[in-house]
Structure formats: structure tokens, C-alpha cells
């Protein structure tokens, strides 16, 4: 059993649980839940990135990286900073982070669109999404087949949540699904945590017509947003190039000026 497949078994674990704690019926009176969700605003001009940057307290392949982060200080930073969105991870064991985080961030701001990012394998999760305030979810082709893609893709858009829809390889993009709009390129391989930007280039050209490209992970310099900025990603998912500075949101600031 490789890493993933070892996150996907405790993921199936960890929902069970969750659907017995706090049935639908009870996600349904959250105050948010299908609520009308915000949507990235992309700039006028295609060459001028979006940065989506990320909240999150450790990884696997990096260790701790900023436990005693504050979400709500992180995202009110962020969001003076100019940022397109704010991806914030939900998983406890793996990336420290909880349904708290995205609670807080969402009480905080209301129109800051959020991305919940977890690895999600069950219609429960995107009700999970709805009902604390997220905007869109993030699905990870290399655990999900097509027909797990179609269905989760059909209830978030149900839910008027948005879909970040995240490959590695050309095989992966073959899952895409047209109820998509954004389409991710994970530059870190998830099982060997190997960062290859030549990822986002390659893929760039096989993407199907009318999704906004997004390139995730492994970027940490201006010079490598504007190259793919120049070869069509109009998006950019950043995390550690932030969390890992003592004010995340003061480098945010900086990147973003001097793109």
C-alpha cells in the first residue's frame, strides 16, 4: 500500500465516523449551508497571476512547518494582500488543519472565496464543504475513477460549490469531467513528493477548451509564476512559500508586489 492509498483507507474511516457523529440532516441547518458561494475573479488581463494561497500547518513531505499559525490573522493578511482566493486544508492528521480553520476564516470574511482542500472520496464531504462556509472543493484524480469524479462533481455544483479538479499526467486528465471549470496541475508527485514545475508545461496544451489552468505546489519565485503565467495558467496554488515565513501573509504581500 503506497501513501495515498494508505490517506484514502483512514479518509474512509474518518467519514464513517463523521456521517455517525453529525448525520445530513444535521449539516443542514448550519448557517452556511448552500448558501450562494463567492467565485474567483479572475483579472481582466490573462498575463496577470491569481495567487490562491494556502493555510496549513505541516505537510508529509515537509513536516511542521508553522503549527502555531492563526487562520484568521493568516486570511486577514492574505485578503489585504490581494489574493484570488485562500485554500485552506481540513485534514487533521496529515496537514494539522481542522473544520475550525475554515469556520473561523469564513465568520471572519464573507466574501474571501475558500477553498476546502482535503482528499475527498464521498458525496458526505461536499455537504461537509457547504456547511462551513466553504466555495470550492478540490478533487484529486489520482484517487478517484471516472465515475467517482462524475458523481462528486455533479452534487458540488448542486451544492453551487466550485470544483479545482487536480491531475499530475496526461492519463489523469483523461478523468476530466465538463461540469470542471478549474483544472489543476500538481507539480509535487503525492507518492515520491517530487517537485517538477516541467509538469504544468507539459499539460498546459492537452487541457480541454473553456477551463482556467491552475498550477499547484513547488512554486516559490515570481520568475517561475511568470513563465507559466506566459504559457497560459492564469492561477497559482502556493502554500509552503508562505506558511513556512514567520508573517505568511507579509510574504504573500511581497510576492504579489512584485509580480
Given at each position: 500500500?503506497?501513501?495515498?492509498?494508505?490517506?484514502?483507507?483512514?479518509?474512509?474511516?474518518?467519514?464513517?465516523?463523521?456521517?455517525?457523529?453529525?448525520?445530513?440532516?444535521?449539516?443542514?441547518?448550519?448557517?452556511?449551508?448552500?448558501?450562494?458561494?463567492?467565485?474567483?475573479?479572475?483579472?481582466?488581463?490573462?498575463?496577470?497571476?491569481?495567487?490562491?494561497?494556502?493555510?496549513?500547518?505541516?505537510?508529509?513531505?515537509?513536516?511542521p512547518?508553522?503549527?502555531?499559525?492563526?487562520?484568521?490573522?493568516?486570511?486577514?493578511?492574505?485578503?489585504?494582500?490581494?489574493?484570488?482566493a485562500?485554500?485552506?486544508?481540513?485534514?487533521?492528521?496529515?496537514?494539522?488543519?481542522?473544520?475550525?480553520?475554515?469556520?473561523?476564516?469564513?465568520?471572519?470574511?464573507?466574501?474571501?472565496?475558500?477553498?476546502?482542500?482535503?482528499?475527498?472520496?464521498?458525496?458526505?464531504?461536499?455537504?461537509?464543504?457547504s456547511?462551513?462556509?466553504?466555495?470550492?472543493?478540490l478533487?484529486?484524480?489520482?484517487?478517484?475513477?471516472?465515475?467517482?469524479?462524475?458523481?462528486?462533481?455533479?452534487?458540488?455544483?448542486?451544492?453551487?460549490?466550485?470544483?479545482?479538479?487536480?491531475?499530475?499526467?496526461?492519463?489523469?486528465?483523461?478523468?476530466?469531467?465538463?461540469?470542471?471549470?478549474?483544472?489543476?496541475?500538481?507539480?509535487?508527485?503525492?507518492?515520491?513528493?517530487?517537485?517538477?514545475?516541467?509538469?504544468?508545461?507539459?499539460?498546459?496544451?492537452?487541457?480541454?477548451?473553456g477551463?482556467?489552468?491552475?498550477?499547484?505546489?513547488?512554486?516559490?519565485?515570481?520568475?517561475?509564476i511568470?513563465?507559466?503565467?506566459?504559457?497560459?495558467?492564469?492561477?497559482?496554488?502556493m502554500?509552503?512559500t508562505?506558511?513556512?515565513?514567520?508573517?505568511?501573509?507579509?510574504?504573500?504581500?511581497?510576492?504579489?508586489?512584485?509580480?
Amino acid at each position: 500500500m503506497n501513501f495515498l492509498d494508505g490517506i484514502v483507507e483512514q479518509k474512509r474511516v474518518e467519514i464513517l465516523k463523521r456521517k455517525q457523529k453529525r448525520p445530513l440532516s444535521d449539516l443542514a441547518t448550519f448557517p452556511y449551508y448552500r448558501r450562494i458561494c463567492n467565485v474567483i475573479s479572475l483579472p481582466e488581463i490573462p498575463e496577470k497571476p491569481g495567487i490562491i494561497a494556502e493555510f496549513k500547518r505541516k505537510s508529509p513531505s515537509r513536516g511542521p512547518i508553522h503549527m502555531e499559525a492563526d487562520p484568521v490573522k493568516v486570511a486577514a493578511a492574505y485578503e489585504a494582500a490581494g489574493v484570488a482566493a485562500m485554500s485552506i486544508l481540513t485534514d487533521r492528521n496529515f496537514f494539522g488543519g481542522s473544520f475550525l480553520d475554515l469556520k473561523q476564516v469564513r465568520e471572519f470574511s464573507s466574501g474571501l472565496v475558500l477553498l476546502r482542500k482535503d482528499f475527498i472520496i464521498d458525496p458526505y464531504q461536499l455537504h461537509e464543504a457547504s456547511a462551513y462556509g466553504a466555495d470550492m472543493i478540490l478533487l484529486i484524480a489520482a484517487i478517484l475513477d471516472r465515475r467517482e469524479i462524475e458523481e462528486l462533481a455533479l452534487e458540488a455544483t448542486s451544492l453551487g460549490l466550485s470544483i479545482l479538479f487536480e491531475v499530475h499526467n496526461e492519463e489523469e486528465l483523461k478523468k476530466y469531467h465538463p461540469e470542471i471549470k478549474y483544472l489543476g496541475v500538481n507539480n509535487r508527485d503525492l507518492k515520491t513528493f517530487h517537485v517538477d514545475t516541467g509538469r504544468s508545461l507539459e499539460l498546459i496544451g492537452q487541457m480541454p477548451t473553456g477551463v482556467v489552468p491552475v498550477s499547484e505546489s513547488g512554486l516559490s519565485s515570481q520568475h517561475e509564476i511568470r513563465n507559466l503565467a506566459e504559457a497560459g495558467y492564469r492561477l497559482f496554488l502556493m502554500g509552503e512559500t508562505f506558511m513556512k515565513e514567520k508573517d505568511p501573509g507579509l510574504a504573500c504581500r511581497k510576492l504579489i508586489e512584485r509580480l
